[in-house]
């Protein structure tokens, strides 16, 4: 389950990846710069630049390997009755009576959102907890603060 993710993380993943490889001429051409500086050994501006390099690949080589193996999931097709990937889910906390809107997304795509959801990770204790439950159901989730009881009051 950990290897889904919505159309809008993919596409959030997708842009990252493009914003890299535009960034990729203007590092290579600081390598280069700091390169013809002289000797390699003791210059700092070549040893950040090559750093900065290998982050960037580091971090598209990763992205790419995610991107290939994630299986998008169109969440609007999805059965509104339970809990399942990418529902928008309204709990309350019986412990202290507060309310969270929650979005279940994968692992890649926990960034900021633009609307009142947050976004937990089905893979999340929470998240594997509220999964296949429905509305007025209550989650109990082992926390090291103790235990933490959860009920279900919309899905959306």
Do not use: C, W
């Not at 507060?98 to 009142?116: A, C, H």
């Not at 594997?128 to 007025?136: E, P, Q, R, T």
């Amino acid at each position: 389950m950990a290897d889904y993710i919505t159309r809008e993380g993919m596409n959030r993943l997708r842009k990252r990846m493009n914003e890299l490889i535009k960034q990729r001429p203007d590092i290579i051409r600081q390598v280069v710069t700091a390169r013809e500086m002289g000797d390699l050994s003791e210059n700092a501006e070549y040893h950040a630049a090559r750093e900065q390099q290998r982050n960037l690949e580091k971090e598209y080589n990763h992205l790419k390997k995610r991107v290939e193996k994630l299986k998008v999931i169109d969440t609007e097709n999805i059965p509104k009755d339970a809990v399942r990937f990418g529902a928008k889910v309204t709990v309350r906390e019986l412990g202290n009576n507060t309310q969270r809107k929650i979005q279940l997304v994968g692992i890649d795509e926990l960034f900021e959102s633009n609307n009142e959801y947050e976004r937990l990770s089905i893979a999340s204790p929470l998240g594997k907890a509220m999964i296949g439950k429905k509305i007025n159901d209550h989650v109990i989730v082992k926390a090291p603060i103790g235990k933490r009881e959860f009920e279900i009051l919309d899905i959306k």
